[in-house]
């Protein structure tokens, strides 16, 4: 309880502190689409995020998409992860390290950041570490095969939260060939659940696979030194990733099979991925391999139990890395650190049109970097307040896309707005520079600019028609 406690409360402090990033606008948008929109979307892209979109279309519809809510499955479940961290290191090692494993776990800056961002990775994480905790159990009494299926119905939703974090399966793998030297028949039981639970995702495999090189294509291919800095990244705190490493190392005179399988589904994952980006698409990216953050706070969990001898040294330590990665803590709570490096002001963006919006105005939002930025300036606008966008000729909903069709002549789309607001990204002092040419051109051709507001990460100008 405890741990779980923890978590939320750090996760739940400024939740909706940073405005929203690329990818939580982009929950946004399909969440709030109808099933069928997005079912017929997730044809042409996005077919690997299917659950977690088909689970925020049920949740916003109950719960509304305000940040806060929008990321509030994300911070229950890092919640629930830290509690399963604490039943694992007890059920390894002893109550004092479960205790220590949650708790530092709620300490990590990387649980915060992403137990308070509106996309699946925290479930996946819940989701995989649920799955190594329903190991075990079958482990314990391997004929019960009730058990087992289990285990292959949580390794299903692994795959259908994210097909890559199934690589948690390789430090499985190696934990049951070493159990099994002293045991018959856990291998191939584990081989045939395992089976079981990755059969029930082959539909998503084989379409997530067709849309991999899309999506994934500006992923770079990773060098032997990735997989070192990967690591600071994975615990958003280089600081923070070697006190935890630092623990775990403490807990080698534990039992032989308990560190074999919390290193192996530490260690094991990020190398898979890193073997398989070197063909042609790169999936080694940090995000995917935070499955791997809790088996890391279980080893540590041991080795700071094995170390302090009392639970007011537990404290002390505690209390010292709380202090350590505070710095990171606030960093995670920062305006645009679910934009970064784009660093776009879109709630600014909001607040200026509406301030000077007159009925009647128009929009042009100028894709680019950030490619989202259409959505997260109608995000923050106020409801209610919907700026005709003249340029655009099918919105992305109904072109079952993540982008909308644009008008083929710009010039025809313009019905005689007297006034039409454009945001693009970056400073440029002229902003129809950002403008595409074609787009550009009808503007000139009609419109003067009147006024610019250059923002963190965007300029807003407003156009009026020549006379």
Not at 11 to 31: H, K, M, N, W, Y
Not at 62 to 71: K, Q
Not at 209 to 238: K, M, N, Y
């Amino acid at each position: 309880m405890w741990p779980a406690l923890t978590t939320l409360a750090i996760a739940f402090l400024r939740i909706d502190g940073p405005q929203l990033g690329t990818d939580e606008l982009v929950t946004s948008d399909v969440g709030r689409r109808s099933m069928g929109q997005t079912l017929a979307m997730l044809q042409n892209v996005d077919a690997v995020h299917a659950t977690y979109y088909v689970l925020m279309h049920g949740w916003m519809a109950v719960f509304g998409y305000s940040e806060t809510a929008m990321r509030m499955p994300s911070a229950l479940a890092m919640s629930g992860t830290a509690a399963l961290v604490a039943l694992i290191g007890r059920r390894l090692f002893d109550p004092r390290a479960g205790m220590c494993g949650g708790l530092l776990f709620a300490l990590i800056p990387v649980v915060s950041r992403f137990g308070q961002e509106a996309r699946s990775y925290a479930l996946v994480v819940l989701a995989a570490t649920l799955a190594t905790f329903l190991l075990l159990r079958a482990l314990d009494a391997p004929r019960r095969w009730w058990r087992w299926a289990g285990y292959a119905l949580c390794v299903a939703v692994v795959g259908l939260l994210h097909l890559i974090a199934l690589t948690v399966l390789a430090g499985h793998f190696a934990a049951v060939v070493h159990r099994s030297r002293q045991e018959g028949g856990v291998l191939w039981r584990f081989c045939l659940a395992a089976l079981a639970g990755v059969a029930g995702v082959i539909p998503v495999v084989v379409l997530g696979t067709s849309q991999a090189s899309r999506q994934l294509f500006w992923v770079p291919e990773p060098d032997l030194w990735g997989l070192a800095d990967i690591w600071p990244q994975v615990f958003a705190s280089g600081l923070c990733a070697g006190v935890v490493m630092t623990l775990a190392a403490m807990a080698r005179n534990e039992r032989r099979d308990a560190l074999l399988l919390c290193f192996t589904v530490a260690l094991l994952p990020p190398f898979v991925l890193w073997a398989a980006s070197h063909g042609d698409v790169s999936y080694f990216r940090f995000q995917y391999a935070l499955f791997t953050v809790p088996a890391w706070t279980v080893l540590a969990g041991a080795g700071l139990a094995r170390v302090a001898r009392s639970w007011l040294t537990v404290a002390v330590v505690l209390t010292a890395v709380g202090l350590l990665v505070l710095p990171d803590q606030r960093r995670m709570r920062g305006e645009f650190e679910h934009d970064v490096p784009h660093n776009a002001d879109y709630k600014a963006a909001a607040r200026t049109i509406e301030k000077y919006y007159r009925s009647g105005d128009a929009a042009v939002y100028v894709k680019g970097a950030p490619w989202m930025l259409d959505q997260g300036v109608r995000y923050y606008l106020r409801p209610g307040l919907k700026p005709r966008e003249v340029f655009v000729a099918k919105p992305a909903a109904e072109n079952n896309e993540l982008f909308p069709v644009y008008c083929p002549a710009p010039v025809a789309c313009l019905s005689g707005e007297r006034r039409i607001w454009v945001v693009v990204p970056g400073n440029d002092p002229d902003p129809l520079n950002a403008v595409p040419a074609d787009q550009a051109r009808a503007l000139r051709a009609q419109y003067t600019t009147s006024g610019t507001v250059p923002l963190s990460g965007l300029t807003v100008a407003l156009l009026e028609r020549k006379r």
